[in-house]
C-alpha cells in the first residue's frame, strides 16, 4: 500500500529552526509537496521537489532524497504565525496526490 | 492568478436535508476537479475527482449516490451532499487543476454542519 509518514506534532520556540520531516512509500513518484494549513483554513502551497536536493526559499527550505524516500521542511527565524499543520504530500504514478497526516507545529514564545 | 473559490463557506442544515457546495476556478479552465473531506486533526481524504464532461470518480468507501457531483463546466464542479446526517458534518475542500496531472489550487473550504 502507499504510506506518508510524518510526526503528529512538533514544538519549537519562536527565531529557532524547525526540521519537520517525512517518509514515502508510494507506487510511483512524480513530486512531493509540502501544504500549510492553518486551522479551520484550506491548505496553501509551500514547495515542490522532483529531483533530488535542497530547495530554498525565504525562511522555508524543503528537501528531497528519493532514493531514501525522504524529504523534509526546514523553517527558519521561527514566527508566532508559523504554528499550523505541515502537510507532506506526493504524487503517484498516476499522479494522484497521497496526504499524510500531517504534522501540528507548536510555536512558543 | 489560480484563485479557486467555494460557497457557501459555512453551512448549517437539518439531518435528512440536502446540501450544494459549489468550487469555481476564477482565472483558469479547471479540467480536473477534486474534491476532499477533512476530519478534526484529520489530513484530507480525498472523494472524488471529476473531468470536465464526465462522471466523477470516487475512491473507495465514499458513497457516489450520496455525494453527487457535477462538473458541468471549465470553472465550476458541485458537490451535493444528500440526506445529510450529522457523521456528514466535516470541513469540504475542493482543488481545481488546468490538467489532470497538473497542480492543483485549493478553494478555502467549506465547513458543514448537520443537526
Known amino acids: 500500500g502507499q504510506n506518508i509518514d510524518q510526526p503528529t506534532e512538533m514544538t519549537a520556540t519562536e527565531g529557532a529552526i524547525v526540521q519537520i520531516n517525512c517518509t514515502y512509500q508510494?507506487?510511483?513518484?512524480?513530486?512531493l509537496f509540502w501544504y500549510q494549513q492553518h486551522a479551520g483554513e484550506a491548505p496553501t502551497f509551500l514547495s515542490y521537489?522532483?529531483l533530488d536536493g535542497l530547495e530554498e526559499k525565504g525562511r522555508f527550505s524543503s528537501f528531497l532524497s528519493r532514493s531514501k524516500g525522504y524529504s523534509y521542511l526546514l523553517l527558519k527565524e521561527l514566527q508566532m504565525k508559523d504554528s499550523a499543520s505541515y502537510l507532506c504530500?506526493?504524487?503517484?504514478?498516476?499522479?494522484?496526490?497521497?496526504w499524510g497526516a500531517g504534522t501540528k507545529l507548536i510555536i512558543k514564545p | 492568478g489560480a484563485v479557486v473559490s467555494q460557497h457557501p463557506s459555512r453551512v448549517i442544515c437539518k439531518s435528512g436535508t440536502s446540501v450544494k457546495i459549489e468550487c469555481r476556478s476564477l482565472?483558469?479552465?479547471?479540467?480536473?476537479m477534486f474534491w476532499y473531506r477533512q476530519f478534526p486533526k484529520q489530513s484530507l481524504m480525498l472523494m472524488a475527482t471529476?473531468?470536465?464532461?464526465?462522471?466523477?470518480?470516487?475512491e473507495q468507501g465514499v458513497e457516489k449516490d450520496k455525494f453527487l457531483i457535477n462538473h458541468a463546466s471549465l470553472t465550476l464542479s458541485t458537490l451535493t451532499v444528500t440526506s445529510a446526517h450529522p457523521e456528514d458534518s466535516s470541513f469540504y475542500i475542493c482543488?481545481?487543476?488546468?490538467?489532470?496531472?497538473?497542480?492543483?489550487?485549493f478553494g478555502p473550504g467549506t465547513r458543514l454542519l448537520v443537526l
Open positions: 508510494t507506487s510511483g513518484f512524480n513530486g
Open positions: 471529476s473531468n470536465e464532461g464526465s462522471k466523477a470518480t470516487y
Open positions: 482565472d483558469f479552465q479547471a479540467t480536473t
Open positions: 521537489n522532483v
Open positions: 504530500a506526493v504524487k503517484d504514478s498516476n499522479y494522484q496526490l497521497i
Open positions: 482543488s481545481a487543476s488546468s490538467l489532470p496531472e497538473g497542480d492543483q489550487y
